[in-house]
C-alpha cells in the first residue's frame, strides 16, 4: 500500500463513483479500478458496494476513511516541511575593478 493507493481509495469514497473519481485523478476508470481491487485484496475486505450507479462504502471503507485522510495529510506535510527548510548558503562574488591581462 503506497500514498497513490490511499489517495485513489479517498477519491472513491467521497466521489461515489469510480468514473468520476478517476476523472479527478486523471487516471483511467480501469486504472482506478484495478487500483482499488488490489488495495481490497491487500487489506482482505471489500471497501465498496458497486451499485448501478456508483459505488456505496462499506463499513471497512468507513473505518479506513479518516486514517488514509491522516496518513495522506502527514505525507503531504512530510514533504511540504523539507522543501521548505532546504538549506540555503548566502554566496557573495567579488570583482576587482581592473582586472588587467
Known sequence: ???RT????????EERNITAAATRLFITQPTLSTTIKTLEDELGVNL???QARGVEGTEAA???YPRAKRLIA?????AREFRETSPCLEVTVGIEADLGD
Open 1 to 3: 500500500m503506497d500514498v
Open 6 to 13: 490511499l489517495r485513489a481509495f479517498v477519491a472513491v469514497f
Open 48 to 50: 465498496f458496494v458497486r
Open 62 to 64: 468507513h473505518r479506513l
Open 74 to 78: 502527514d505525507t503531504d506535510s512530510l
